[in-house]
């Protein structure tokens, strides 16, 4: 057993993630984390796949988040519409892939983005995560 932290990532952009369409999680502040994490699809309570964190970059400029659209999936329209100005902060993911099978967690109140996750929820992961 390792340990293991879940990020949390709202509807659709976790959907486009463990499809492969998207590498880039924007973020309004950088991370130092790296290595395999779990992806918790917010409001479900749920780890619904993992993937490999393996850089953070930022912050990124008007132009650099235009040009680097097929990464992140933000309309053009809304990053020169100001929109997403605080989101500009790229989490690097790599060898996104989906559970066969959602594994329900628990976390404390107030988790926002980490979610520390238990050793039960750990072991699941370990015999049921698609290599």
């Given amino acids: 057993m390792f ?8 509807a659709p ?5 463990l499809a492969g369409r998207k590498r880039w999680e924007m973020r309004a502040a950088g991370t130092r984390q790296r290595g395999t994490i ?6 479900s309570g749920a780890v619904v796949g993992v993937a490999d964190l393996i850089d953070s970059l930022g912050p990124l400029t ?6 680097t659209g097929a ?3 933000i309309p053009s329209q809304r990053v020169r519409s100001m929109a997403v100005v ?7 993911l790599d060898n996104a892939r989906p559970l066969s099978t959602p594994i329900t967690y ?3 109140p107030g988790a926002v983005t980490w979610v ?3 050793a039960e929820v750990v072991n699941a992961l370990e015999t049921n995560w698609v290599a």
């Fill in 38 to 43: 779990a992806l918790i699809r917010r409001d």
């Fill in 86 to 92: 605080k989101y500009r902060y790229a989490w690097v």
């Fill in 3 to 10: 340990e293991l932290k879940g990020l949390i990532i709202d």
């Fill in 116 to 118: 520390n996750l238990n």
């Fill in 13 to 17: 952009h976790i959907e486009h993630i």
């Fill in 71 to 73: 990464l992140h999936l």
């Fill in 106 to 108: 628990r976390h404390a």
């Fill in 62 to 67: 008007e132009n650099e988040l235009l040009a």
